[in-house]
């Protein structure tokens, strides 16, 4: 079983950089890629970075790639995005997320998601 909890998020002025972090209490860690997704206000959960269940195959979302940056610590069982240069569009509640399936973008392809972390952005 996977038991996702994101920490880590928090207010933070536009141009700063923030570092979430997500473990799982499970045992099983090492076999689920894993995701992060968020959700502003009034949108759609969309995903922002995954990860394969290695670390060796990463995706972005094309506008967040060279800002954002997804990691994994097999070890602690723990995933991480770090976030570099924030701006006034980045405001949401992230979210981790695992999935069996591989390395995937679709919120549809996960199986198990933590509670979600505010990440506000001042200007």
């Known amino acids: 079983q996977v038991h996702l909890v994101e920490s880590g998020g928090g207010l933070v002025q536009a141009g700063g950089s923030l570092r979430l972090s997500c473990a799982d209490s499970g045992h099983t860690f090492s076999n689920y890629a894993m995701g992060w997704f968020r959700q502003a206000p009034g949108k759609e959960r969309e995903c922002v970075a995954a990860?394969?269940?290695?670390?060796?195959?990463?995706w972005y979302e094309d506008k967040l790639r060279g800002r954002f940056a997804i990691s994994r610590d097999n070890a602690k069982n723990t995933v991480y995005l770090q976030m570099n240069s924030l701006k006034p569009e980045d405001p949401a509640v992230y979210y981790c997320?695992?999935?069996?399936?591989?390395?995937?973008?679709?919120?549809?392809?996960?199986?198990?998601w933590g509670q979600g972390t505010q990440v506000p952005v001042s200007s």
């Open positions: 997320a695992a999935t069996m399936s591989g390395i995937r973008f679709t919120r549809t392809s996960y199986d198990y």
């Open positions: 990860l394969s269940r290695t670390g060796g195959s990463t």
